[in-house]
C-alpha cells in the first residue's frame, strides 16, 4: 500500500467515531448532526415538505453554494476533504464550494457581493465590523439570532456558558450577523497572540562569530553588522541577510523593534480597518504611534540598517511563500528573522539552532489584541432558500471533536484518539506548514478552554509559544491594550472613512523613511497632513469607544 493511500485511509478511519456521534445513532434518521438526538428544530418553512430543518439526514439531497477563503497549500475544492464528505452522508447536505486563497479572498468576495452573485453562504466571511453592519442592515446578510436559538444546539449552548463571546459577537443594533470562530489560547496578557511578533537570532551563527546575545539596540547592530562582513554561513560569499522580516503584515513586522525607542509600531490586519493600526494606549488616553516622538527616533535609526544593507529588500514584497523559502536556502543565509514561529521560515532542523532574542533593554512589548475569538466566521446571505439547514450544518462545527477536525486536521492525521475518547495530539513535522495542508479552514467552529476534556487542541509549540511569551515578553509589556471593540455606527463610518488613508499614509511615509531616510527633514510636515487628514477625528472615535468599553467594565 503506497503512502498517498494509507494517508486517505487513515483520514477515513479516523472521522468515522466523531461524524458518527455528530449524526447520531445509524438507526436515528431524525438526528442532528451537531446536536443530541433529542433536539427537535422546528421545520424549514423554504424546505420541501420531506425535509425537516436540522433533522439529518435530510430524506432528499439538497444544495448549497458556499464562498470560502482556504490556505495556499490546501486542496482547491473541500469536496475533496474526507471530512466534508463523510458531513455529506451524514446530512445529505451537498456544497458547491467556491474557494481561493487566503490573499485573493477579500477581492474575489467583494466582486461578488458587488455583482449581487451571492452564494447561500460565506463559509468564513472575514466581513469587518463595519461590513457587517452595512451588509446586515440592508439585508444582503441575514440575522443569525433566532437561527442559533432554534436550530444551532451546539453553539447556543456555548453562547449560554459564555455570555462575553455572545456580547462580543453582538452588533450595536442587537444582531448576530456572523458567527464567532477562534481558538482561546491563554488570557489577557499570557493569550497566545498578546505579542504575535518574536524576534528570533541565529544561535550558530552568534557561536561562530563568538558574540553575545544582543541585550540593546545597539549591541543587536553590532551583531547584524557581524552578519553582514564576516562570513558566518562559511561559504565565501557576501550572501548573508542579516535580517529578515515582513513588512506591514500581522505577524513578522519591523514595527516591533520600534518598541526599543518606547512606542511599538503595530500595522494592520487584513480588511479590517478598526484593527489597532498604529495605536497604543497609555493612562486610559488612545494615541497613535506615528504621531510621537519614538516613532521618529526608530525610523531615523533603522533607516542605517536598509542603507547598510542589514536588511533584507524583499521586506516589502515577501508573501508567505516566499518568506518561508527565505529561511530554507541550501546554504543557511539569514541570521535574524521576525515571525510568529521560528520553524515556518527555518525548518524543524535548523529552528533547533534558532532561539529568542529577548526584549532589550527598556524595551516596550506592545500588549495586542490577539488572535482569540474573532466574530467574522459563517454569515448566511438572503438568497438562501434553506436557512435553517444551512444554520443546523453549520452547527456540526461547533462540536469540539468537529471544530478541531475541521481548524487542524482529521483524526488520524492530526490527531489521535486515547483510551477515553479523547483527541490528543499527533507528533508532525512542521505543523505551521502540515496544518494548511490537513485543515479545512480555521474560519469556523471554536476550541474553548473548557473543551480539554474532549479535544487536546492546544498544539505543543502553542504551548511552547505562551510559555516563551510569559518568560520573555510579558515582564515588559504594555499593562494597556487596545480591545476588540464593536464599534457604534456613527464611530465606524467616521473610522471606515478615515481609517484606511491615514494607514496607507503612515504606512507610505514609514517604508520611505525606512528605505531611504529624511524623516527628520519631513516630520512637520508629515504631522500636518495627518492633521489634514482628519487625525484627531479618528483619534476621538476611538477614545470614545475605549472609554464606553472601560466603564463598561466597572
Known amino acids: 500500500m503506497n503512502r498517498k493511500t494509507s494517508f486517505g485511509l487513515a483520514i477515513l478511519l479516523g472521522l468515522t467515531s466523531v461524524l458518527s456521534a455528530c449524526s447520531g445513532n445509524s438507526n436515528n434518521n431524525n438526528a442532528s448532526p451537531s446536536a443530541s438526538a433529542s433536539a427537535k428544530p422546528s421545520a424549514s418553512a423554504s424546505a420541501s415538505e420531506t425535509n425537516d430543518a436540522g433533522q439529518f439526514p435530510l430524506k432528499d439531497k439538497i444544495t448549497l453554494k458556499a464562498f470560502a477563503h482556504r490556505p495556499s497549500l490546501a486542496p482547491g475544492d473541500f469536496n475533496t476533504q474526507p471530512l466534508i464528505q463523510e458531513l455529506e452522508k451524514n446530512t445529505n447536505v451537498h456544497v458547491e464550494w467556491d474557494t481561493t486563497v487566503d490573499n485573493d479572498y477579500i477581492e474575489k468576495r467583494n466582486l461578488l457581493l458587488a455583482s449581487g452573485s451571492l452564494p447561500d453562504f460565506f463559509f468564513s466571511g472575514r466581513f469587518s465590523d463595519t461590513e457587517l453592519l452595512r451588509y446586515g442592515q440592508d439585508g444582503t446578510l441575514i440575522p443569525l439570532n433566532d437561527l442559533i436559538e432554534k436550530h444551532m444546539p451546539n453553539l447556543k449552548s456555548i453562547l449560554d456558558s459564555r455570555p462575553d463571546i455572545r456580547a462580543s459577537i453582538t452588533a450595536p ?182 532561539v529568542i532574542v529577548p526584549p532589550f533593554k ?6 495586542n489584541n490577539g488572535g482569540g475569538i474573532g466574530r467574522d466566521g459563517a454569515t448566511i446571505t438572503r438568497n438562501n432558500k434553506h436557512p435553517e439547514i444551512t444554520a443546523a450544518w453549520l452547527d456540526s462545527f461547533y462540536e469540539p471533536e468537529m471544530a478541531a477536525q475541521t481548524r487542524f486536521g482529521p483524526t488520524g492525521v492530526w490527531f489521535d484518539k486515547d483510551a477515553g475518547g479523547k483527541l490528543i495530539q499527533k507528533t508532525v513535522e512542521n505543523p505551521g506548514e502540515f496544518r494548511q495542508k490537513s485543515a479545512v479552514t480555521n474560519g469556523i467552529g471554536l476550541l474553548l478552554s473548557g473543551m480539554e476534556d474532549k479535544v487536546a487542541f492546544v498544539e505543543p509549540r502553542a504551548q511552547q509559544r505562551i510559555d516563551d511569551s510569559v518568560n520573555y515578553y510579558v515582564p515588559q509589556m504594555e499593562d494597556e491594550k487596545f480591545p476588540n471593540l464593536f464599534f457604534k455606527p456613527e464611530e465606524l463610518e467616521v473610522i471606515d472613512r478615515l481609517k484606511p488613508d491615514i494607514s496607507a499614509y503612515i504606512n507610505k511615509m514609514r517604508a520611505k523613511w525606512l528605505l531611504k531616510g529624511g524623516v527628520e527633514k519631513e516630520w512637520e510636515e508629515f504631522q500636518k497632513t495627518l492633521d489634514k487628514m482628519g487625525v484627531q477625528d479618528l483619534l476621538k472615535a476611538h477614545q470614545t469607544g475605549y472609554d464606553r468599553y472601560v466603564a463598561a467594565q466597572k
Do not use: C
Open 173 to 354: 443594533d442587537g444582531n448576530i450577523y456572523a458567527l464567532p470562530q477562534g481558538e482561546e489560547l491563554g488570557s489577557g496578557q499570557e493569550e497566545i497572540g498578546a505579542n504575535p511578533d518574536f524576534l528570533y537570532i541565529n544561535k550558530e551563527w552568534l557561536d561562530k562569530l563568538k558574540l553575545q546575545m544582543p541585550t540593546t539596540i545597539d549591541e543587536f547592530t553590532a551583531v547584524l553588522k557581524a552578519f553582514k562582513t564576516e562570513d558566518p554561513n562559511g561559504n565565501g560569499k557576501p550572501d548573508e541577510i542579516p535580517l529578515t522580516y515582513i513588512d506591514n503584515f500581522w505577524t513578522g513586522d519591523i514595527g516591533v523593534l520600534f518598541g526599543a525607542f518606547g512606542v511599538p509600531d503595530k500595522t494592520y490586519r487584513p480588511n479590517n480597518p478598526t484593527f489597532i493600526d498604529h495605536l497604543n494606549v497609555v493612562d486610559g488616553k488612545v494615541s497613535l504611534s506615528a504621531q510621537q516622538e519614538g516613532f521618529k527616533q526608530a525610523t531615523s535609526y533603522l533607516h542605517n540598517w536598509f542603507k547598510e544593507g542589514l536588511v533584507d529588500l524583499d521586506a516589502f514584497t515577501h508573501d508567505y511563500d516566499t518568506y518561508f523559502a527565505r529561511g530554507k536556502t541550501e546554504d543557511e543565509t539569514i541570521g535574524a528573522l521576525i515571525w510568529w514561529d521560528k520553524n515556518d521560515v527555518v525548518g524543524p532542523e535548523r529552528g533547533e539552532h534558532w
Open 362 to 367: 527598556d524595551m516596550v512589548v506592545k500588549w
